[in-house]
């Protein structure tokens, strides 16, 4: 497999458990926010997005959860699979005036059967 | 969302040679992104590409080592000149559809250079 998340924090949770992906962002006046999840050997996949304007949106099993006072951004995954093995990425649009998006470190969570 | 297709998926280039990435998508985007994920990194924004302009890079890197081409709304080129080792590398192209803002990634360009 790839090396990708080879030197990430990692998560360990057990298969059927609740994960709790945590991320801290630096600029205040980010105002879009994403999750991504990357398998081995492939590209960032987008799970779930939320404005500035929100605390709280879910998706199908996941949850996203920001704090702008303490700029914390966190992702719920209930009843972890095994397919949800990969490593999680945030990423905050800092800049109204463009779309690129600038990456946290990421967290690789591996769910034990 | 939209297919994004790079090419090649991977290679082992020696030092000193220049490799060319393509970028396809299936339809039409005004913006499309360039980054680069080194081993065990997370993505780091190499440039923007905008069809019909010159791409704006992000500090540290320059368009003579990441020279780019967005011929138009479909495609885009990402070239990484005169490679060392340290250039070894996942490079992904990223583009944004639609209002919200989201980035769609193809699977990765995987080089290894020798």
Known sequence: GESVGLHLPTLSVQEGDNSIINCAYSNSASDYFIWYKQESGKGPQFIIDIRSNMDKRQGQRVTVLLNKTVKHLSLQIAATQPGDSAVYFCAEKRDTGRRALTFGSGTRLQVQP | ?114
Do not use: H
């Open chain 2, 1 to 114: 969302s939209a297919v994004i297709s790079q090419k090649p998926s991977r290679d082992i280039c020696q030092r000193g040679t220049s490799l060319t990435i393509q970028c396809q998508v299936d339809s039409q985007v005004t913006m499309m992104f360039w980054y680069r994920q080194q081993p065990g990194q997370s993505l780091t924004l190499i440039a923007t590409a905008n069809q019909g302009s010159e791409a704006t890079y992000e500090s540290g890197f320059v368009i003579d080592k990441f020279p780019i081409s967005r011929p138009n709304l479909t495609f885009s080129t990402l070239t990484v000149s005169n490679m060392s080792p340290e250039d070894s590398s996942i490079y992904l192209c990223g583009m944004s559809q639609g209002a919200s803002g989201e980035l769609f990634f193809g699977e990765g360009s995987r080089l290894t250079v020798l």
